[in-house]
């Protein structure tokens, strides 16, 4: 028997709330705004799109945990304190802020609209799970599994996600960026001092990582181009201990393998 939202969280007035179903926008997760920026996040619920979606007193926030079907974090509560015409105010509330980044609910909603009416959904919300810990970003998959879109490493970095950090602050590599706009890619690589997690700070922090071909794609200092077009996958790793010529020779033989230099790819050399 599954256990319901109803179960562990009476709400005796859901017709006072819309129940926000916060997913992809065509650019960004919202889950990754909701682990980088929780002012960003909380746009999300100022946003007027036009319509007056938001015509009821509270918000109920879901969030697309979009690494797992049909399956929803709990984003907060928030009061709607106004609508100013184009935007709407908002306050976080202090109703279920235990849950909040913590409860995974179940719902197989795949209606357009995203902001429905509560008291349609309540009753079938599904408990996935309740974290221990307010959720950072997705647990270390391993070495093998590295296949990130960079809005979703831009939340691991500012995060300091722990066992990610432990995982490649250690570790020299050879990566790939992906640029799915133009299916262009850029093979990397970290050596020297410079582990894999401190060199993909770096393209955190400026979104080119100061690679000439990349700063030209980069333009814009809010780095929106590179969280909808950027991936980074990690295509070797080795110990800190290995020659630093080796890890050269294999990111020259991964270079040739994709061909990334000239006109098919990003890399000049």
Same mark, same amino acid.
């Given at each position: ?24 926008? %065509? ?23 036009? =319509?007056?979606?938001?015509? =009821? ?27 100013? %015409? ?19 609910? /179940? ?17 079938? @919300? ?16 391993? #070495?093998?599994?590295?296949? !990130? ?6 939340? *691991? ?10 995982? @490649? ?5 050879? #990566? !790939? ?7 262009? /890619?850029?093979?990397?690589?970290? #050596? ?21 071909? *990349?700063?030209? *794609?980069?333009?814009?200092?809010? !780095?929106?181009?590179? =969280? ?5 996958? !990690? ?14 020779? =294999? ?6 393998? @994709?061909?990334? /230099? ?8």
């Amino acid at each position: 028997m599954p256990i319901l939202l109803s179960d562990i969280w009476p709400i005796p007035n859901p017709s006072g709330f819309k129940v926000h179903f916060a997913r992809w926008n %065509g650019s960004v997760q919202p889950l990754e705004v909701f682990v980088r920026d929780r002012a960003e996040w909380q746009g999300w619920q100022e946003y007027y799109p036009g =319509r007056n979606d938001f015509n =009821r007193p509270h918000i109920f926030s879901l969030i697309q945990f979009y690494h797992e079907p049909d399956v929803w974090l709990f984003g907060g509560i928030y009061n709607v304190v106004a609508f100013r %015409g184009d935007c709407y105010e908002v306050a976080l509330s202090e109703a279920g802020a235990g849950f909040i980044g913590r409860l995974k609910l /179940r719902s197989s909603y795949r209606e357009r609209t995203t902001r429905a009416n509560f008291e349609n959904h309540y009753a079938t @919300l599904e408990v996935q799970e309740i974290l221990r810990e307010l959720y950072s970003g997705r647990r270390f998959p391993g #070495y093998d599994g590295i296949d !990130l879109p960079f809005e979703e490493l831009e939340a *691991l970095v500012k995060n300091a996600r722990p066992d990610w950090m432990a995982a @490649l602050e250690s570790m020299k590599g050879i #990566y !790939l960026i992906s640029d799915t706009k133009t299916g262009k /890619r850029y093979v990397g690589s970290a #050596y020297g001092d410079q582990a894999i997690w401190s060199r993909w700070c770096s393209y955190v922090g400026s979104g080119h990582g100061g690679n000439v071909e *990349l700063r030209a *794609l980069v333009t814009d200092p809010t !780095l929106t181009y590179c =969280r909808a077009n950027f991936r980074f996958a !990690l295509l070797e790793h080795r110990p800190m201990q290995t020659p630093n010529s080796v890890i050269l020779q =294999r990111e020259a033989f991964w270079k040739g393998i @994709l061909l990334t /230099r000239g006109e098919q790819g990003l890399n000049r050399n």
